[in-house]
């Protein structure tokens, strides 16, 4: 028997469960990423991204709720690869003045993947016609590319400077 094709929206819940699931280890990842941090504009950084995503979470959620469905995540391989790079970093860098630059790097590496991911489910909800569910992720897109932001300020104004001093 032939494969049914699949549709946009299955495309749509398949990409809100894989964002879910990388939310919830962006959770679990970021306060090992403070910890780590010496900076302590870094430190705060991380913070506030954390109370950042966990209304993420929240909104994605109402997502899952305007398409019917249960929340749940599907494992994003991507998110996996991340942070375990992250990880790396952590341990191969620990005690180094490139610690915290690396740590920059990869959150901005998260940073681009979620970039992707809310402007691209963003899109095809207003092309779905989810009208309920357009405002939440664009409300989410607004905050990953200020965090993004912040990052790139932290890179060039600090962190950056203190790596190459040392």
Same mark, same amino acid.
């Given at each position: 028997?032939?494969?049914?094709?699949?549709?946009?929206?299955?495309?749509?819940?398949?990409?809100?469960?894989?964002?879910?699931?990388?939310?919830?280890?962006?959770?679990?990842?970021?306060?090992?990423? %403070?910890?780590? %941090?010496?900076?302590?504009?870094?430190?705060?950084?991380?913070?506030?991204?954390?109370?950042?995503?966990?209304?993420?979470?929240?909104?994605?959620?109402?997502?899952?709720?305007?398409?019917?469905?249960?929340?749940?995540?599907?494992?994003?391989?991507?998110?996996?690869?991340?942070?375990?790079?992250?990880?790396?970093?952590?341990?191969?860098?620990?005690?180094?003045?490139?610690?915290?630059?690396?740590?920059?790097?990869?959150?901005?590496?998260?940073?681009?993947?979620?970039?992707?991911?809310?402007?691209?489910?963003?899109?095809?909800?207003?092309?779905?016609?989810?009208?309920?569910?357009?405002?939440?992720?664009? %409300?989410?897109?607004?905050?990953?590319?200020?965090?993004?932001?912040?990052?790139?300020?932290?890179?060039?104004?600090?962190?950056?400077?203190?790596?190459?001093?040392?």
């Amino acid at each position: 028997m032939p494969k049914q094709p699949k549709t946009l929206d299955e495309l749509f819940h398949d990409t809100l469960k894989d964002i879910y699931f990388a939310e919830k280890k962006i959770l679990a990842t970021l306060p090992k990423m %403070a910890k780590a %941090a010496d900076s302590g504009e870094l430190q705060d950084a991380f913070a506030k991204h954390r109370q950042q995503t966990e209304r993420h979470v929240e909104r994605l959620e109402k997502v899952f709720s305007i398409i019917g469905k249960k929340p749940q995540g599907k494992t994003c391989k991507a998110i996996v690869g991340i942070t375990e790079e992250g990880a790396e970093i952590m341990e191969e860098y620990e005690g180094s003045p490139a610690l915290d630059a690396g740590l920059l790097a990869a959150a901005q590496a998260v940073e681009h993947y979620e970039i992707s991911r809310y402007g691209t489910l963003r899109t095809w909800a207003e092309e779905l016609g989810l009208d309920d569910a357009v405002p939440l992720l664009e %409300a989410t897109l607004k905050e990953e590319k200020a965090t993004d932001q912040t990052l790139t300020e932290i890179a060039e104004s600090v962190v950056n400077q203190e790596a190459e001093a040392a």
